[in-house]
């Protein structure tokens, strides 16, 4: 378990139940949070701009679909945009078309080991309500750097699976209700 270093990203994953879960987190997100908060959310292949819009109308973070090379700024929420994968490399976003991962596209193992490679003990991923087991390897590469690794309690998720794949691959520095996880974000990235 991490946790000495300050948050300056957060990367969160989600697939079925995940849409109810982010609308609970973010809102509560400050607009002065002090890091950048990237999401994989497993969603359908056709672009639908209602999703990014649906989140960031209660969301004090400005909330985007990046396009790729876009600079990564503190304080927005960037939203995977439909069928491609969101990385991170250091100070910008990357966008990728490669092979969907665990029949997913965007994965949540791809950007949270993209996130562990650029930024280490800098680092947080969230594992949230998701209907099959990616994200857990990606959350181990976090641990494995060094950084923060939040889990959703498997029995307040919509879907349990997502979470129980990831506490059998990592020992979380947390396993949390939602509420709970809004607050490990903020108290993380402004320590």
């Known amino acids: 378990m991490s946790a000495s270093s300050v ?5 969160i994953g989600a697939s079925l139940g995940g849409l109810e879960a982010l609308q609970r987190i973010l809102p509560v997100l400050p607009a002065n949070l002090g890091a950048s908060i990237l999401i994989a959310q497993h969603r359908r292949k056709d672009p639908d701009s209602q999703l990014c819009k649906l989140l960031a109308r209660r969301c004090a973070l400005p909330v985007v679909e990046p396009e790729d090379k876009m600079p990564l700024d503190l304080n927005h929420v960037y939203l995977a945009p439909a069928d491609y994968h969101l990385l991170v490399e250091h100070g910008s976003i990357a966008l990728s078309v490669d092979a969907p991962v665990c029949y ?44 923060v690794v939040l889990v959703q309690d498997p029995k307040t998720a919509e879907s349990p699976v997502g979470p ?13 209700t939602i509420e709970q996880i809004a607050e490990q974000i903020i108290e993380r990235c402004r320590s």
Do not use: C, W
């Open 7 to 11: 948050v300056t990203i957060v990367a």
């Open 104 to 147: 997913a596209r965007p994965s949540i193992d791809v950007l949270f080991e993209s996130v562990a490679d650029a930024y280490g003990p800098a680092a947080m991923g969230v594992m949230l309500t998701s209907a099959n087991h990616d994200g857990a390897d990606g959350l181990a590469a976090i641990q494995r750097a060094g950084g």
């Open 164 to 176: 129980l794949a990831a506490l059998s691959k990592v020992t979380p520095d947390a396993v949390l």
